[in-house]
């Protein structure tokens, strides 16, 4: 990283291709509609691999999803996204050479993300094999103020030589996924899925049209090319591809520079996406390039000034939390038509599907931040209700919703139903994720319209799936976040989610019954004075597992008589273990993948005593391989509440390393959209203490040993607060809006402008 936090740069960069892949992932472009992949526009040599993908967020096609046997109710198609089509390509050659990073001599490389302007920079110095030198400048944008126009900047200097510039820049409509079936977290099939109808030049664009083979879907692609002086041109089209070769004389020590604009337009958004990409076209080239960098640079300075995060102290860091926070703006659509996947738009890991991760570690910072950001997610999981109901019934639920676990538009795509379906905890969290919207906004009217709808159906969900025995309400043959234990009775995470989903669908019709706008929802779904006393019966009675000689909350009923994995005899090139073991081996240990009982602490945590969360994060830490990224954050949080500074320190530093550090080893396959998430709540929820109750919002600042200080912000309403924290203490300043309420170290404060109080000694303070 650069010392501004905000610019990440390597410098002679390698060309080993895994580190290629890598770095298309780190130095993609996106803006939660449009992602790209940071390829080389010329391309690599043969025998070299690219995941040259170009992505709509929310445009998908359907494949068929091969069942070993055709048991009932298993899904045998699935969703994918798609790789939309290759803009990038630009070709270069001088006086007759061609440039490419693997011929001639490369004299000095940096590939740089600027944070503040919005833009990735190649940068390269060239010797070609006849002795010509030139510097390569590309810079690259996917535009926030134009959101389906990405650019690319191509300059070229003449260091020592003068002649013929030839620049070839290609638009090709007919590209395919990518597929690696030896690794089960990407595609394992690769076919082709998008067929482009033929290319075709209209107002010095060419335009290429699209249609997914199942789906019904169309995209479509305009290309523009300008030159930055006179020039000869000739353009091609055949089939579905076109290029444009432009050329012109350079002189030495000249710059030319070609501006590449691309737009892309779906039929989820448009009708006729064709005429919208043209339009859209004619308005990304109505004003400079300049303007659209201002434009960036403008959009992104309003988000800093609201959202940024800062620690003092730790440069790295600083670095790495900034990479976080940008990278979940890339990521997040900006429309009640798509989500975030687990991989944003940055690569093809997870095939484009939205997991739980969207509801639990993404939305908490623009919950924060841009809570209209949150609204919107929620509306796109309400418009998948219609599918969740269906989904609850093929899984042989009379009533409720059942949320899929991965998806695009609502239908189930996981293929492996024992970590897949299974997890119904996905319920509890979307369910969650609208009670935290509520608390934090005090949005009745959409609690109304839409939210308090999705809590009903989810807790119609868990009557339906759980029974009474001896007294207490059971939840049996389910599997919580933790992938190495399926199928089990009364997960603890699933059973205390459920239970707080209860109690809340109890809660809130209590409320829209008080304000006069329960009538419209409840005549809808058929809900009774009745169902509601149901749900208020199984909430209380709800089963929650706890062992009272280890004091610890079981993750599930049979999980303490299993054996424990043997960590010892196990060789570091085995993790993770998904990969190299069984399901069946791992589901016989007691093993976690990744924060289970913990997590249910860190967002329940006052359902438990102290002791019990103490001792249940001692002992599940003993025997948690963290193979996923959503886990070293969770356990960072929760050592932060515990009174453990250190480990939740170097938690911190682990979870904040993953892509930048390629930890996990398939950072070439797209970000850890949740772990960056992850990283902000460590910060916010860990360090700094916040919780989101329904008397207001919990702040219990501590300050980590290694920094200075840190600094971050959040919304209340119409209230922007700045919360600092240093060694003098913990401040918190009202920047604009009206007076803030709010809890710090428990005590109630009305912020008018500014309030300092001073740290707690370390291990003063202690929960009840």
């Not at 919005?118 to 060239?126: D, K, L, N, Q, S």
């Not at 103020?145 to 990405?150: D, I, T, V």
């Not at 995060?309 to 900006?334: C, H, N, W």
Request: aromatic share 10%; hydrophobic share 40%.
């Amino acid at each position: 990283m650069e010392k501004n936090a905000r610019i990440y740069r390597i410098n002679n960069f390698s060309l080993a291709n895994r580190d290629l892949l890598v770095a298309e992932t780190l130095f993609h472009n996106a803006n939660g509609y449009i992602g790209v992949r940071s390829a080389f526009e010329e391309g690599y040599p043969e025998g070299y691999r690219s995941v040259r993908g170009q992505y709509v967020n929310g445009f998908y096609d359907v494949v068929p999803m091969n069942q070993a046997e055709r048991l009932c109710g298993l899904p045998e198609e699935k969703e994918t996204l798609l790789n939309v089509a290759d803009t990038q390509g630009i070709r270069l050659k001088v006086c007759g050479e061609e440039f490419g990073m693997f011929c001639g001599t490369v004299l000095e490389s940096s590939r740089t993300l600027d944070m503040e302007r919005g833009v990735t920079e190649r940068r390269a110095v060239w010797r070609s094999p006849a002795g010509r030198e030139l510097e390569l400048t590309v810079r690259r944008m996917a535009s926030f103020a134009l959101p389906p126009l990405f650019t690319i900047e191509y300059a070229v200097k003449a260091l020592n030589f003068g002649g013929k510039l030839e620049l070839c820049s290609t638009h090709l409509g007919g590209v395919m996924n990518y597929a690696n079936p030896d690794d089960p977290r990407v595609a394992g099939e690769a076919a082709r899925l998008l067929f482009p109808g033929p290319a075709e030049f209209e107002d010095g664009c060419s335009v290429i049209v699209s249609r997914t083979s199942r789906s019904g879907l169309s995209v479509a692609a305009a290309v523009r090319n300008a030159l930055s002086k006179p020039c000869e041109e000739t353009h091609a089209a055949r089939g579905g591809s076109a290029s444009q070769t432009l050329s012109a004389e350079i002189a030495p020590g000249e710059t030319i520079s070609l501006v590449k604009y691309a737009v892309f337009r779906d039929s989820i958004r448009c009708g006729d996406c064709r005429s919208a990409a043209l339009r859209t076209m004619a308005q990304a080239v109505s004003v400079p390039l300049s303007e659209w960098y201002a434009r960036q640079r403008a959009y992104l300075a309003e988000y800093w000034e609201d959202c940024a995060v800062r620690v003092r102290g730790d440069p790295k860091l600083d670095s790495a939390v900034a990479f976080s926070l940008y990278e979940l703006l890339q990521s997040v659509g900006k429309d009640s038509r798509c989500g975030i996947a687990a991989k944003g738009l940055s690569g093809e890991g997870y095939e484009g599907h939205c997991f739980w991760d969207m509801e639990m570690y993404v939305e908490p910072f623009f919950l924060l931040t841009r809570p209209g950001i949150v609204r919107s997610l929620i509306e796109y999981r309400y418009g998948m209700l219609p599918a969740a109901r269906r989904n609850a019934r093929v899984l042989g639920h009379a009533k409720g919703a059942l949320f899929p676990w991965r998806t695009i538009t609502g239908r189930e795509c996981s293929g492996y139903f024992p970590s897949g379906s299974a997890q119904y905890h996905i319920d509890g969290d979307v369910a969650y994720s609208v009670v935290q919207y509520y608390l934090m906004t005090g949005d009745l009217k959409f609690l109304a319209d839409r939210g308090a709808e999705i809590v009903f159906e989810t807790a119609r969900l868990w009557l339906d799936t759980g029974n009474y025995a001896g007294g207490k309400f059971c939840i049996n043959c389910v599997t919580g976040p933790d992938e190495y234990t399926c199928m089990v009775d009364n997960n603890y995470y699933t059973n205390a989610l459920a239970r707080y989903n209860l109690s809340w669908a109890v809660k809130i019709y209590g409320l829209l019954k008080k304000s006069g706008s329960l009538g419209p929802v409840a005549e809808k779904i058929g809900l009774e004075e009745d169902e509601i006393a149901e749900f208020r019966r199984a909430a209380d009675a709800m089963y929650l597992p706890y062992d009272a000689a280890l004091d610890i909350n079981p993750q599930d009923d049979s999980f303490l008589s299993k054996k424990k994995w043997d960590f010892g005899a196990t060789p570091p090139e085995n993790h993770p273990l998904l990969l190299h073991y069984h399901p069946l081996c791992l589901y016989r240990h007691q093993v976690c993948k990744q924060a289970d009982t913990v997590m249910a602490h860190f967002i329940l945590e006052d359902a438990q005593k102290f002791s019990t969360m103490k001792h249940s994060f001692e002992y599940y830490e003993a025997i948690t391989t963290h193979d996923s990224s959503l886990s070293a954050c969770v356990f960072s949080i929760m050592a932060s509440r515990l009174g453990m500074p250190e480990k939740a320190y170097a938690y911190f530093r682990e979870a904040a390393s993953t892509d930048l550090n390629d930890t996990h080893g398939n950072t070439q396959d797209g970000i850890h959209t949740a772990g960056l998430g992850g990283t902000y709540m460590t910060v916010v929820y860990g360090f700094a203490g916040l919780r989101i109750r329904e008397d207001g919002l919990h702040l219990s600042p501590a300050l980590p040993s290694e920094w200075e200080g840190y600094d971050f912000r959040l919304r209340r309403g119409e209230s922007r607060v700045l919360v600092s924290v240093g060694r003098e203490g913990c401040r918190v300043r009202l920047l604009s809006g009206p007076p803030a309420e709010l809890f710090l170290y428990g005590k109630r404060v009305l912020l008018r402008d500014e309030r300092c109080v001073p740290l707690p000694a370390a291990g003063a303070e202690k929960p009840e």
